[in-house]
């Protein structure tokens, strides 16, 4: 039987469609193996930018070394990059045996088995159908990711996604729930909602993200809101989130700038002094806030970018992801004038992003002295230390807790004394044993 491994790249949405195709591998028989000992190599690619689709396309040359070498056998792409630039790739790399879009997962054991596609059209499978595979976890076993929508009607001038993932389509929140409910007695313990905008899921079914949200507070797990449109959060869903003993406090909240001039030209539906208020109100119901920040928009001067230091200096996100402004054929932001000079982008990024650095560090020095409830995931062995997470972190993303303990179980809560921090990473002792439980 043949040996299959695959690389997941871009965002967590894409990490759940790979867990998807490995749930159909599995019922196939396949095993999942290394790179290095496959049989079959399948890259599972994002396009959201430049430097993604760079990312994807040097993954899938890497990997046609090993099958010029007689390592592996077949490589299959599939994926947001030929959903969107198939016929491309068709000519460009003639290296990879098949192309499948990101809706094609299902036709993942049959490529495997021997059928090619290179075919110039993608076809779009039934979303909910697709959604509700089962799907192997690749994350630890106590945290899952739940895609709750696919697409987004957002139209941000910058953004690629409407033209690689289509409209905004909600699931079905019974099968929201029934899939959680599944993931809950399978031992997870952190639910983390994802799509490409949240706060609107059920706008086009007649439902709304409250309403799931009270759904699934029913389980025996603690939810995450990842990517939270600011025009979204409604003073509702701060009340939800903050009143919840399920919904952790936190929320990503992707602000992308504060200039009105800037947020105007992204066809953002939200101004600074709205985005400044809603900081606020989140950080007076005790809700940590990540965001995301850009830099380096077209028209954006010194002046814009001053007045986006100066909201993370003030209202003090703590945490933010900076990145430079990415130049997408096809987005109305391509066509503006004005555009910045990539040595100037990337040295906006290095001042906001020390800035960004400052506050995070500020944030972990106050919590040294006190004692927080961290959920266990691993050993970081150069440390000699357990890793685990307080509820204010995200995975991967927003840094971890390194504690000492006399043992530890993945998976359980443990109470750490935070004794030490640094830029991104808190330090301290276990006092409490495990409870068992995720609270």
Same mark, same amino acid.
């Given at each position: 039987?043949? &040996?299959?491994?695959?690389?997941?790249?871009?965002?967590? &949405?894409?990490?759940?469609?790979?867990?998807?195709?490995?749930? $159909?591998?599995?019922?196939?028989?396949?095993?999942?193996?290394?790179?290095?000992?496959?049989?079959?190599?399948?890259?599972?690619?994002?396009?959201?930018?430049?430097?993604?689709?760079?990312?994807?396309?040097?993954?899938?040359?890497?990997?046609?070394?090993?099958?010029?070498?007689?390592?592996?056998?077949?490589?299959?792409?599939?994926?947001?990059?030929?959903?969107?630039?198939?016929?491309? #790739?068709?000519?460009?790399?003639?290296?990879?045996?098949?192309?499948?879009?990101?809706?094609?997962?299902?036709?993942?054991?049959?490529?495997?088995?021997?059928?090619?596609?290179?075919?110039?059209?993608?076809?779009?499978?039934?979303?909910?159908?697709?959604? !509700?595979?089962?799907? #192997?976890?690749?994350?630890?076993?106590?945290?899952?990711?739940? &895609?709750?929508?696919?697409?987004? !009607?957002?139209?941000?001038?910058?953004?690629?996604?409407?033209?690689?993932?289509?409209?905004? $389509?909600?699931?079905?929140?019974?099968?929201?729930?029934?899939?959680?409910?599944?993931?809950?007695?399978?031992?997870?313990?952190?639910?983390?909602?994802?799509?490409?905008?949240?706060?609107?899921?059920?706008?086009?079914?007649?439902?709304?993200?409250?309403?799931?949200?009270?759904?699934?507070? $029913?389980?025996?797990?603690?939810?995450?809101?990842?990517?939270?449109?600011?025009?979204?959060?409604?003073?509702?869903?701060?009340?939800?989130?903050?009143?919840?003993?399920?919904?952790?406090?936190?929320?990503?909240?992707?602000?992308?700038?504060?200039?009105?001039?800037? #947020?105007? #030209?992204?066809?953002?539906?939200?101004?600074?002094?709205?985005?400044?208020?809603?900081?606020?109100?989140?950080?007076?119901?005790?809700?940590?806030?990540?965001?995301?920040?850009?830099?380096?928009?077209? !028209?954006?001067?010194?002046?814009?970018?001053?007045?986006?230091?100066?909201?993370?200096?003030?209202?003090?996100?703590?945490?933010?992801?900076?990145?430079?402004?990415?130049?997408?054929?096809?987005?109305?932001?391509?066509?503006?004038?004005?555009?910045?000079?990539?040595?100037?982008?990337?040295?906006?990024?290095?001042?906001?992003?020390?800035?960004?650095?400052?506050?995070?560090?500020?944030?972990?020095?106050?919590?040294?002295?006190?004692?927080?409830?961290?959920?266990?995931?691993?050993?970081?062995?150069?440390? !000699?230390?357990?890793?685990?997470?307080?509820?204010?972190?995200?995975?991967?993303?927003?840094? $971890?807790?390194?504690?000492?303990?006399?043992?530890?179980?993945?998976?359980?809560?443990?109470?750490?004394?935070?004794?030490?921090?640094?830029?991104?990473?808190?330090?301290?002792?276990?006092?409490?044993?495990?409870?068992?439980?995720?609270?």
């Amino acid at each position: 039987m043949k &040996k299959i491994a695959v690389i997941s790249l871009g965002c967590d &949405k894409n990490r759940i469609d790979t867990e998807h195709m490995l749930y $159909r591998i599995a019922q196939k028989g396949y095993s999942v193996s290394d790179v290095k000992d496959a049989d079959v190599i399948i890259i599972n690619t994002c396009a959201f930018i430049e430097s993604a689709r760079s990312e994807s396309i040097e993954t899938i040359l890497e990997c046609a070394e090993l099958k010029k070498a007689g390592k592996c056998e077949k490589i299959i792409v599939t994926g947001c990059l030929p959903q969107k630039y198939r016929a491309e #790739l068709i000519d460009e790399l003639p290296e990879a045996d098949a192309f499948l879009g990101a809706f094609e997962y299902d036709k993942i054991t049959d490529i495997i088995e021997g059928l090619s596609d290179r075919s110039n059209e993608s076809e779009a499978e039934n979303f909910d159908a697709a959604e !509700n595979t089962p799907r #192997l976890l690749t994350t630890f076993p106590h945290v899952a990711y739940l &895609k709750i929508a696919e697409g987004c !009607n957002n139209r941000c001038t910058f953004c690629t996604i409407p033209s690689i993932r289509g409209g905004y $389509r909600s699931r079905r929140a019974a099968d929201i729930v029934a899939e959680a409910e599944g993931l809950v007695n399978d031992g997870v313990k952190e639910l983390i909602l994802v799509a490409q905008d949240v706060t609107r899921y059920g706008e086009d079914i007649g439902d709304s993200l409250i309403s799931l949200l009270t759904e699934l507070e $029913r389980l025996d797990v603690k939810i995450r809101l990842l990517y939270c449109y600011p025009e979204k959060v409604t003073d509702a869903l701060i009340d939800k989130i903050a009143s919840s003993d399920k919904i952790v406090k936190y929320i990503d909240v992707p602000v992308q700038h504060v200039s009105d001039k800037i #947020l105007k #030209l992204m066809n953002r539906r939200t101004t600074g002094a709205d985005i400044r208020a809603l900081t606020d109100k989140l950080h007076a119901r005790g809700i940590t806030v990540r965001t995301t920040l850009m830099v380096g928009f077209p !028209n954006e001067t010194e002046t814009e970018f001053g007045e986006l230091c100066d909201f993370v200096r003030s209202a003090k996100p703590e945490y933010a992801g900076i990145f430079a402004y990415s130049k997408e054929d096809g987005t109305a932001a391509a066509r503006l004038g004005g555009q910045v000079k990539k040595s100037e982008k990337i040295k906006r990024v290095k001042i906001l992003g020390e800035i960004a650095t400052a506050v995070t560090r500020e944030f972990g020095g106050s919590l040294v002295g006190k004692t927080v409830d961290v959920l266990y995931e691993d050993i970081d062995f150069d440390k !000699n230390m357990f890793m685990g997470r307080a509820e204010f972190q995200a995975p991967d993303v927003d840094g $971890r807790v390194y504690f000492t303990a006399a043992e530890a179980d993945v998976g359980k809560v443990y109470k750490i004394k935070i004794t030490d921090s640094d830029d991104y990473d808190l330090y301290g002792e276990a006092v409490a044993a495990a409870d068992g439980e995720c609270q």
